[in-house]
């Protein structure tokens, strides 16, 4: 009776023990489902609250579509700082190449939304260009009239800068056209070097993207024409780490998109709840000029 006695005793004894070891536990559990549920906390910022209160698993990771281009010109410096300033950490840039074949950012063929002119940007060098106000005119009137194009060399220069941030560079097909494959693919990749394994190149052109398999790039990403059996079928061939689709492309419907080793990024998305449709048929990631509207939905760097 007595041996009974003594182990229920060491029984007792060793559970209360294991009760005060996890007691601290419950207590930090507690703390920390006190700030999820957003009650004050000494030494919290209100900042950091509301990123606390903005996340929402639902919603897919945000590219900033040429930066945060609602609010500054697109494809410019600021709009990519901007961006990387507000959390996010993916950005999408296009590229163009210049007379003398300078890759820089820079969407359309010619500068008429940017300055104002009608100038080719295949007819001017660099030295030319890099003057020339960016300030998008007809959107912002001068309010951003300091602003000047910023190349390819320059941004890449600026994404070492920016720790865990990913550029998806579109090589434009206009300058394939006009320089061809070799020569673009040739500038682009030479502004890289330091920075290749954060950039994924993009393209609406296959055989640009094909090229650049070859070349063993890094990642690829193919911007589709269209949301069709042959566009499938050539993406299973091509197996990108990326799909992008225009939204306005896809089908109407909670379909999902089609399966396979890419992630899905779907463009031209203003508002939460289509992120967040979006996200149930299977795009991981969205890509909008609107960055604060819906980074202040998404949470913290930009993701769900």
């Known amino acids: 009776m007595g041996s009974k006695l003594r182990a229920t005793t060491e029984a007792l004894e060793n559970?209360?023990?294991?009760?005060?070891?996890?007691r601290p536990v419950v207590t930090k559990l507690v703390s920390v489902r006190s700030a999820v549920s957003?009650?004050?906390?000494?030494g919290v910022a209100g900042p950091a609250l509301s990123k606390i209160r903005c996340m929402d698993v639902s919603l897919p990771t945000i590219i900033a579509h040429r930066g945060n281009a609602a609010e500054f010109p697109e494809n410019t410096l600021e709009a990519l700082q901007s961006a990387v300033n507000f959390g996010l950490r993916h950005v999408e840039v296009d590229v163009q190449l210049s007379s003398?074949?300078?890759p820089l950012l820079l969407?359309?063929?010619?500068?008429?939304?940017?300055?104002?002119?009608s100038d080719s940007v295949f007819d001017l060098a660099w030295s030319e260009i890099s003057s020339l106000p960016m300030g998008?005119?007809?959107?912002?009137?001068?309010a951003h009239a300091e602003i000047r194009p910023c190349s390819l060399q320059q941004?890449?220069?600026?994404?070492?800068r920016w720790p865990g941030v990913t550029a998806f560079v579109e090589i434009k097909r206009a300058s394939l056209r006009r320089f061809g494959q070799a020569v673009v693919l040739d500038r682009v990749m030479a502004c890289l070097p330091q920075v290749l394994d954060r950039c994924v190149l993009i393209s609406f052109d296959r055989p640009c993207l094909e090229e650049l398999r070859r070349r063993e790039s890094p990642r690829i990403g193919w911007v589709l024409d269209g949301y069709d059996d042959a566009a499938r079928a050539a993406a299973g061939a091509l197996v990108p780490e990326f799909l992008f689709c225009d939204v306005e492309r896809l089908p109407p419907g909670d379909a999902r998109l089609w399966p396979g080793p890419w992630e899905w990024a779907i463009y031209e998305i203003r508002d939460a709840p289509t992120a967040r449709a979006l996200r149930a048929r299977g795009a991981g990631f969205v890509e909008t000029m609107t960055v604060r509207a819906l980074q202040m939905r998404f949470g913290p760097n930009g993701v769900g």
């Open 15 to 22: 559970h209360a023990h294991g009760l005060r070891r996890v």
């Open 107 to 117: 969407h359309d063929a010619d500068f008429r939304r940017m300055s104002g002119r």
């Open 38 to 42: 957003l009650t004050p906390l000494a």
């Open 100 to 102: 003398d074949r300078v």
């Open 136 to 142: 998008e005119p007809g959107r912002f009137g001068g």
């Open 155 to 160: 941004f890449a220069s600026a994404l070492a």
